[in-house]
């Protein structure tokens, strides 16, 4: 039988993080009410959650500082929801390495298709070669992004941590070496959805891509912009 996810609930509100407890478990999901930063943190060092539903305006800790700590210490799907629905704030959500970020107030239905999608895009693959020969490598200058294990070495085989969004957005880059891929595109790969006005979600991922995997972030020799139409991973991509 397959195991129940495991969600954490981060909200200084009890009321919040039962309705969501309730309503989460009632999908299937085996879930853990935190709330502070301490009680996440030491949650996640005795039973790791898969995600963590975090809310922002906690007292004490900032919720940016523990989406930080979480990414430095941590393997999981993270979900912002919180009622600051400014533009910056979202940017910067997604900056310290949201998967996804939901205003308040929501609709207990979409939030739960938020995080099974999230869920589905961090899950590890069947590993290709299971069905097709093939390792489920994909290497570029010197790069090997396991698509299986869902993880990326460097050039001198160290590995290096990327947030389910970051290796879902360069998969789809080296599945599509070559082209120029539309922000519409990267979305609905990615974050499966399209883009709306003004939506920067694609720049501000890939702007944390280029600072893990160029040698210049400020000159991008891999992950080019092509202006108007999106971006191109340049290099060939082979398997194996």
Same mark, same amino acid.
């Given at each position: 039988?397959?195991?129940?996810?495991?969600?954490?609930?981060?909200?200084?509100?009890?009321?919040?993080?039962?309705?969501?407890?309730?309503?989460?478990?009632?999908?299937? +999901?085996?879930?853990?009410? &935190?709330?502070?930063?301490?009680?996440?943190?030491?949650?996640?060092?005795?039973?790791?959650?898969?995600?963590?539903?975090?809310?922002?305006?906690?007292?004490?800790?900032?919720?940016?500082?523990?989406?930080?700590?979480?990414?430095?210490? +941590?393997?999981?799907?993270?979900?912002?929801?919180?009622?600051?629905?400014?533009?910056?704030?979202?940017? &910067?959500?997604?900056?310290?390495?949201?998967?996804?970020?939901?205003?308040?107030?929501?609709?207990?239905?979409?939030?739960?298709?938020?995080?099974?999608?999230?869920?589905?895009?961090?899950?590890?693959?069947?590993?290709?070669?299971?069905?097709?020969?093939?390792?489920?490598?994909?290497?570029?200058?010197?790069?090997?992004?396991?698509?299986?294990?869902?993880?990326?070495?460097?050039?001198?085989?160290?590995?290096?941590?990327?947030?389910?969004?970051? +290796?879902?957005?360069?998969?789809?880059?080296?599945?599509?070496?070559?082209?120029?891929?539309?922000?519409?595109?990267?979305?609905?790969?990615?974050?499966?959805?399209?883009?709306?006005?003004?939506?920067?979600?694609?720049?501000?991922? &890939?702007?944390?891509?280029?600072?893990?995997?160029?040698?210049?972030?400020?000159?991008?020799?891999?992950?080019?912009?092509?202006?108007?139409?999106?971006?191109?991973?340049?290099?060939? &991509?082979?398997?194996?």
């Amino acid at each position: 039988m397959k195991q129940a996810s495991h969600i954490a609930v981060l909200d200084d509100e009890v009321d919040i993080t039962l309705l969501l407890a309730n309503y989460l478990q009632s999908h299937g +999901f085996r879930v853990t009410q &935190v709330h502070d930063g301490r009680a996440l943190m030491s949650l996640m060092g005795a039973d790791p959650a898969d995600l963590v539903l975090l809310d922002l305006g906690l007292p004490g800790e900032d919720g940016f500082s523990i989406a930080r700590r979480l990414r430095e210490s +941590f393997r999981c799907g993270l979900v912002i929801v919180t009622g600051r629905g400014d533009a910056v704030d979202k940017v &910067v959500g997604l900056e310290v390495g949201a998967d996804d970020y939901v205003t308040k107030p929501f609709d207990l239905r979409e939030l739960v298709a938020r995080v099974k999608a999230v869920l589905r895009r961090i899950a590890p693959e069947v590993p290709a070669s299971a069905a097709t020969g093939s390792s489920g490598r994909l290497r570029f200058a010197g790069w090997q992004l396991d698509t299986a294990a869902r993880s990326l070495r460097n050039p001198q085989g160290e590995e290096v941590a990327l947030t389910g969004g970051e +290796f879902d957005l360069l998969q789809a880059f080296a599945r599509h070496p070559g082209r120029v891929l539309s922000r519409d595109f990267l979305l609905e790969q990615t974050r499966g959805r399209e883009a709306t006005p003004f939506d920067r979600t694609i720049d501000v991922q &890939v702007g944390r891509l280029r600072r893990k995997i160029e040698t210049d972030a400020e000159d991008p020799q891999l992950i080019k912009s092509v202006r108007g139409a999106g971006y191109i991973l340049v290099p060939p &991509v082979s398997n194996g």
